[in-house]
């Protein structure tokens, strides 16, 4: 605590109040006021948390506490008792006094009740406020709000984006280093909240200021949603070098593949080996010759057994079994996102099985949907006995009804 709040003796009543009030046993701590469970489950969670930020783990008031977050907690803690019209007079007579003392000692820098709807009107609730608390001084991001709100709505849009950036470790400064952001192309609040939501915030924003840097990427179609979807993840900026190189990048886009396209695959797994494997110009041609394209082929690598999955499509027999049945390059691409795929394909390789789909009415686009969920297998089966499928289609059912 504070040297005033010491001298005031609030450390005292508040150690008072809470041994009156409650038990702790290990990590946990249980509050045993008989009127605590006729609150509404959130308001006590909220409470229980004020409890757990206001201990240490040898159950001493917590010192780093600040007298402000005291008093927003003991504000808070007096609103929900007031709320719910709590009979214990003497309990909210003492948080309510405790509370006032603080606010004494803080002078102008106490949180008012104008400050707290604030708070609500841009879209905070008591948990969020209580939440922010344990991060950061209130007052400090009211003051940075008010002063630059026009500021913020210009750059964010929409003030949900405040409220997320700030809920994030080091929130604040985020929120200010964005505020003095001065990046080469446009970003907007669901842009800029992906950017600093992980390590290396700093570097990221750092690196969209440079105009020279994002050039060569823009010119192919790169705009401010891929940029920040690659910087999402580790090893952001050894993906944004790979797309810097012109000749690595022309290989790519040469073959079809779009800045969509490319965010996607590097947002994965293994994503170098993906990309090395598309720069093989004899292995593309095969895949590009029978129709794949960026779209499909970024689909195809997204998920596990990525080069498994190209290396069948590199087979021209296994290959021109499922063209020649209907199935085009997207009907196979959704087919392989999901699991039981080698099964898939295996089934469809069946020249008898096939035919009596097809010859049914089935396309490639029809088994493609039938086989995405679970019991293809039954289901399939079931369209291939005649009887069955004949009592269907007199009654009207065409193979796009059935697959679906």
């Known amino acids: 605590m504070s040297n005033a709040t010491e001298t005031n003796g609030v450390d ?31 308001d ?34 007096t609103d929900i008792l007031n709320e719910k019209n709590c009979e214990d007079t003497e309990l909210r007579e003492e948080i309510t006094s405790i509370r006032e003392s603080i606010s004494n000692t803080l002078q102008e820098k106490a949180l008012n009740n104008e400050d707290m709807k604030w708070l609500n009107k841009i879209g905070f609730n008591r948990a969020n406020i209580i939440s922010l608390s344990r991060n950061v001084l209130i007052s400090g991001v009211i003051a940075e709000l008010k002063q630059y709100a026009d500021t913020y709505h210009i750059i964010l849009g929409d003030r ?51 105009p020279d840097k994002l050039k060569t990427l823009t010119d192919v179609g790169f705009n401010a949603s891929h940029f920040s979807q690659i910087v999402t993840g580790a090893g952001w900026e050894d993906k944004l070098k790979y797309f810097e190189d012109p000749d690595k990048l022309k290989i790519l886009t ?18 170098e080996n993906k990309l090395k494997y598309f720069e093989d110009p004899d292995k593309l041609k095969i895949l590009t010759d029978a129709g794949f394209n960026g779209y499909h082929l970024s689909q195809i690598v997204t998920g596990a057994d990525w080069e498994d999955k190209l290396k069948y499509f590199e087979d021209p027999d296994k290959l021109k079994t499922l063209t020649d049945a209907g199935f085009e390059a997207f009907h196979l691409s959704q087919i392989v996102t999901n699991a039981d795929w080698k099964d898939k394909l295996k089934y469809f390789e069946d020249p ?37 499928l004949k009592i269907l289609t007199d009654a009207g059912f065409e193979a796009f009804h059935l697959s679906q």
């Not at 984006?161 to 001065?182: C, E, Q, S, T, V």
């Open 12 to 42: 005292a009543r508040i150690r008072s109040l809470i041994a009156e009030y409650s038990e702790k046993k290990g990590n946990k701590i249980t509050i045993t006021h008989p009127g605590f469970l006729e609150l509404s489950k959130e």
């Open 44 to 77: 006590r969670k909220i409470i229980e948390v004020i409890l757990k930020e206001a201990y240490r783990k040898d159950f001493e008031i917590l010192r780093k506490a600040l007298d402000e977050k005291l008093e927003l907690y003991l504000r808070t803690v």
């Open 160 to 210: 949900k984006y405040i409220k997320k950036i700030l809920k994030m470790p080091d929130g604040l400064n985020k929120l200010k280093a964005i505020r003095i952001f001065n990046p080469a192309i446009s970003f907007n609040g669901s842009h800029l909240s992906q950017i600093v939501r992980s390590t290396g915030w700093e570097e990221k924003l750092k690196y969209f200021e440079d």
């Open 254 to 271: 040469d073959a079809g593949f779009e800045a969509f396209h490319l965010s996607q695959i590097v947002t994965g797994a293994d994503w």
């Open 352 to 388: 008898n099985k096939l035919k009596a789909l097809t010859d049914a009415g089935f396309n490639g686009y029809h088994l493609s949907k039938i086989v995405r969920n679970a019991d293809w297998k039954d289901k399939l089966k079931y369209f291939e006995n005649p009887d069955k």
